[in-house]
């Protein structure tokens, strides 16, 4: 996520966080390298323009001049101007307080609006509870009603539809209806795209929006299009007005010219990102933290969400309690690696950690040698996983056939599973492990 703008501004700004003394021409000269990384990330050239404008002005002040780390004052002042950019705090949704809270999902035809709707919708049923339904309201694109029947059922969401011979604004009336009738917390409405802005769009959705009056618009734009995505939105806010954005394809974004560029734009901030093709691929947007990301500052707390929301603290206590009793088992090893794969792409997870990121450059985590641990560990038995000493010849042969892998790949799982329980069993004791216990050796 936004890897070549990363790469490009840090390295813009290398040079002054070492030193400790800024002129007025070293952040010129920053700022003109830092520019430059904006423009090659396909940022708006006007919004590029404010913005290296608003960091120059409070950076030759003495606010860093006269500091005592100027280049880490420079920095600190980016990141807040990167922030304020995209649209300074974090903003949910309007939560009406009689349900159900009405939410209008625009957008055009590709910009991944319909799965964006089970994405929200699985997000307000795991992060806040809501009983949630989705209105099929999108009769236009073939199949739109059954792929949207489809990922509501895998979100835990009640679709309502009534096939494609209808009005869509009467089916959105009685989608609303419905969920009021039912209980529902939140109805999210899933309307007809387009391939590109017209007048036969507005007035479809000008029509919906006085049908159900929603308490959000909310407009999908697929981050990857760049400065179409930010057009867009902002034919949007000049024809029909929205409350917030929905960024789509996020993860795939390695310039970020629409995420730094559509709150500028066109005055709505982005509420929403989807980060990954998975439901849970799903996050509510943070400016701040999605400014120290970009400046390989790292981003703590969603790591620690991430965690808590994969982590069940009944089967931590009884994993801890196993360590203690030195009863971890290649199941238990299983089972955690599969925790944290829940989480996301590992590389991703590292780049969240300060100061890792930068470390890694473009170095990224095979996730495949994963699926390779996977697939040994689960071609073992149940008595096999739980005392890997009884692996003889024979048996190493069988699992490296059933799992594709070969009799290395075996013999490499079983050592360093041996050495892990080696350093669990001297870290009970209060001692730490050697060097070569650390190295692998």
Known sequence: MFDALS?????????VRSRGKLSEDDVSKAMRQVRLALLEADVNLKVVKRFTE?????AVGAEVIESLNPGEQLVKIVADELTKLMGGAAR???ISPEPPTVV???GLQGSGKTTACAKLARHLREERGMNVALAACDLRRPAAVEQLTKVGAQAGAAVYEQGTGRDPVDVAEWALGQARSEGRDALI?????RLHVDEELMDELARIRKRVKPHDVLLVVDAMTGQDAVAVAERFAADVSFDGVVLTKLDGDARGGA???VREVSGQPVIYASTGERLEDFERFHPDRMAQRILGMGDVLTLVEKVERQVDERQAAELEQKIRKQQFTLDDFLDQMRQVRRMGPLTGLLKMMPGVGQQLGQLSVDERELDRLEAIITSMTPEERANPAILDGSRRRRIARGSGTSIQAVNQ????FDQMQKMMRRLQQGKMPSLSELAGR
């Open 7 to 15: 790469d490009r501004l840090q390295s813009a700004l290398a040079d």
């Open 104 to 106: 209008l999902m625009a």
């Open 259 to 261: 995420a730094l560029s």
């Open 92 to 94: 949910e949704l309007a």
């Open 54 to 58: 608003a960091v120059r002005e409070r």
């Open 189 to 193: 409405v899933d309307t007809s795209g």
């Open 413 to 416: 799982l079983v050592k360093q």
